[in-house]
């Protein structure tokens, strides 16, 4: 089945600082890729939609300039908080969208990379 | 997006089957329903998909009455191991847009 990764798995970092969160699918090419955030005992919810070579699309109320995604190839997908705070720790999840064929489209997801900033 | 409807939490107990319904009144022609299962402090994991009547894999079946306005996602024999958030989630696919999570399910199962 189709893999996907995200690099660190938790991250522990000082507040002012930034912090880069990779997420690669390893068997497969995707265009489309979605980050996630979660809190303890919360749903996911989605943070942007990241188009591969293109600007990311971001929900409302996501700091477009706080939280950098870049697209660049079709396997990776990077989210860059910047200038990270205690309130910016959290569960963070990437996904990418893989189509088997065409009757089935499925999303897979990450193991999702735990950040405290202190 | 269709907005999906879940119970909050569910009991169960090993050797059981645990069927966890999803209310979607406003599910669109176009719309899938897909079940994810969510361990703590782990990304979500694809269970099921279908679009109507039955579908069924080697972990679960989904049930979809003729109206599609909801789901039955069934789970035979649990164990354990089974104690997770399963979430439901109505979307299209195809189209390629994000899925937007509900509260989800919290399943413990016991023994």
């Known amino acids: 089945g189709a893999v996907v990764s995200q690099h660190p798995s938790w991250v522990i970092c000082k507040s002012g600082t930034s912090v880069k969160i990779e997420c690669r699918s390893l068997d497969f090419q995707a265009t489309t890729m979605f980050w996630y955030r979660q809190f303890p005992k919360q749903s996911l919810m989605l943070m942007a939609t990241s188009n591969e070579g293109s600007k990311a699309t971001y929900e409302q109320g996501v700091e477009k300039d706080k939280f950098l995604i870049n697209h660049a190839s079709l396997t990776l997908s990077t989210l860059t908080v910047t200038s990270a705070h205690p309130e910016d720790s959290s569960f963070y999840i990437c996904?990418?969208?893989?189509?088997?064929?065409?009757?089935?489209?499925?999303?897979?997801f990450g193991p999702g990379t735990r950040l405290t900033v202190t | 997006l269709a907005k999906t409807t879940q119970p909050i939490s569910m009991d169960s107990y090993e050797g059981q089957e645990v069927n966890i319904t999803c209310s979607h009144n406003n599910i669109a022609t176009n719309d899938y329903i897909t079940w994810y299962q969510q361990f703590p402090s782990q990304g979500p994991r694809f269970i099921i998909q279908?679009?109507?009547t039955k579908v069924t894999n080697e972990v679960a079946s989904l049930f979809i009455p003729a109206d599609r306005k909801s789901s039955t996602l069934s789970l035979p024999r649990v164990s354990l191991s089974d104690t997770a958030v399963y979430y439901c989630?109505?979307?299209?696919?195809?189209?390629?847009?994000?899925?937007?999570f509900g509260k989800g399910t919290t399943l413990s199962v016991s023994s």
């Open positions: 989630l109505v979307g299209d696919p195809p189209a390629g847009t994000a899925l937007i």
């Open positions: 279908g679009y109507k």
């Open positions: 996904s990418a969208r893989a189509v088997r064929d065409s009757l089935s489209y499925e999303q897979y």
